[in-house]
Nanobody
Framework: QLRFVESGGGLVQPGGSLRLSCAPSTFSLVRSAIGWFRQAPGKEREGVSCISGAGSTTKFPDSVRGRFTISRDNAKNTMYLQMNSLKPEDTGVYYC????????????????????WGQGAQVTVSS
């Protein structure tokens, strides 16, 4: 059974914005490292953002730095990926993920660090 409800994907024009949301159904995001990953057609899955449990560390690859923002709303138990200035090369399926073991200090853009995954949300950037 999927542990996340993931929403917010869709079709946007280049330069537009989308916000993806993930809400776990049975556990808390507090104190957990969380991340977002994407897979473009014909390419390997890549990490696009992560944040440590305390929010002290965030990471982004060069491809999205300055355009994407990761955040967490503890009161709503929801994680977000805000995507601005979208480009056609941002097109892909986006997945949210959470690490079981609490980690207040660090996070990683590697799939092996994460234990629970969303179902994926399609993001298409096209004119």
């Amino acid at each position: 059974q999927l542990r996340f409800v993931e929403s917010g994907g869709g079709l946007v024009q280049p330069g537009g914005s989308l916000r993806l949301s993930c809400a776990p159904s049975t556990f808390s995001l507090v104190r957990s490292a969380i991340g977002w990953f994407r897979q473009a057609p014909g390419k390997e899955r890549e990490g696009v953002s992560c944040i440590s449990g305390a929010g002290s560390t965030t990471k982004f690859p060069d491809s999205v730095r300055g355009r994407f923002t990761i955040s967490r709303d503890n009161a709503k138990n929801t994680m977000y990926l805000q995507m601005n200035s979208l480009k056609p090369e941002d097109t892909g399926v986006y997945y949210c993920a959470v690490q079981w073991r609490p980690d207040s200090r660090d996070c990683a853009l590697s799939e092996g660090r994460y234990d629970v995954w969303g179902q994926g949300a399609q993001v298409t950037v096209s004119s």
